[in-house]
Structures are given as structure tokens and as C-alpha cells.
């Protein structure tokens, strides 16, 4: 079982920047695509962005693109979410989740098979 927790969160203001930071206990995370999901209080999980195991593929989510960047770094088994420019609309618990099964960017929590805890991002305006 690979342990996943996400760090990073906070509250900022409209506008300004953070990275969150996806960390697992098993080294095998560096071989499994890992995707950033993100859900508001009364919403369903969203989908934010994708990464693939070596980094060479990725894929955003239309809210986030040109904002928000994803990238790993497997010597350090973490994936990284860049979030710059944000809105108040960003403000939800942010999940990063790993797919052993590499399915191919999957943009479905249901594709993914490992879940942390989830860290708070709230964006004041």
C-alpha cells in the first residue's frame, strides 16, 4: 500500500501563488502517473491536472491552464502543483492521487489508486 500526503495549502490572496507538494512512502510512486483533483464544500471532485511517471506527459484542466503547473521530481518522489494567479474560485481541498496502472492521464478519481488526505487552498479575494 503506497501512502500518499499532499502539503502545501494555505490561505492567500487573490492573486498570489503557492506550491503544494504530493509525497509518497514507496519508492514504486515514481513509476505511477499521479494526477491533482480538487473539491469545493458541496461540489464534486474535480480534476485539475495529470502527470505522467517520467514527466513527459501532462495534462491540464481547462480552469487552471496557463496558471497552474504540474511537475515531479522522482529522485525526491514528489509531485509538485504550481498555482499561480489564483482565484477565489480556486479555494477547495486539494487531493493528489496515484494511478499504478499508468491508464493514460486519467481524469477520473475512479482511475486512481492511491488518495492522501488532502490540503486546504483558500483564496481570499
Known amino acids: 500500500q503506497v501512502q500518499v500526503a499532499e502539503s502545501g495549502g494555505g490561505l492567500v490572496q487573490a492573486g498570489d501563488s503557492l506550491r503544494l507538494s504530493c509525497s509518497a512512502s514507496e519508492r514504486t510512486f515514481s513509476s505511477y502517473a499521479v494526477g491533482w483533483f480538487r473539491q469545493a464544500p458541496g461540489q464534486e471532485r474535480e480534476f485539475v491536472a495529470a502527470i505522467s511517471w517520467s514527466g513527459m506527459n501532462i495534462y491540464y484542466s481547462d480552469s487552471v491552464k496557463g496558471r497552474f503547473t504540474i511537475s515531479r521530481d522522482n529522485g525526491k518522489n514528489t509531485v509538485y502543483l504550481h498555482m499561480n494567479s489564483l482565484k477565489p474560485e480556486d479555494t477547495a481541498v486539494y487531493y493528489c492521487?496515484?494511478?499504478?496502472?499508468?491508464?493514460?492521464?486519467?481524469?477520473?478519481?475512479?482511475?486512481?489508486?492511491?488518495w492522501g488526505q488532502g490540503t486546504q487552498v483558500t483564496v481570499s479575494s
Open positions: 492521487a496515484a494511478d499504478r496502472t499508468n491508464s493514460g492521464l486519467a481524469q477520473v478519481p475512479e482511475e486512481y489508486d492511491y
